[in-house]
């Protein structure tokens, strides 16, 4: 883009400039598994975040027993 773009102190890319570009776009179907992939990879962040607010709710929780005096009581 540096190689195309235009002006001598600031450089800019006009719309023909661009129109100039061959972008390769994947198959839709690859485009839908990738976008299936992250939706899988998202979920799966979800839960394991749920985890560790439980898992860090019960160390808080067994920590307090234990200062209390109250963890084999």
């Known amino acids: 883009m540096k190689q195309i773009s235009k002006g001598t102190n600031t ?3 006009t719309l023909k400039l661009l129109n100039t570009f061959n972008l390769p776009v994947p198959p839709i179907s690859l485009q839908n598994e990738f976008e299936h992939k992250v939706e899988t990879i998202e979920k799966q962040k979800e839960l ?4 560790l607010e439980l898992l ?3 160390y808080k929780s067994i920590m307090d027993k234990a200062f209390k005096g109250q963890l084999f009581n």
């Open 56 to 58: 860090e709710e019960n």
């Open 11 to 13: 450089r800019y890319l």
């Open 48 to 51: 394991l975040n749920q985890s």
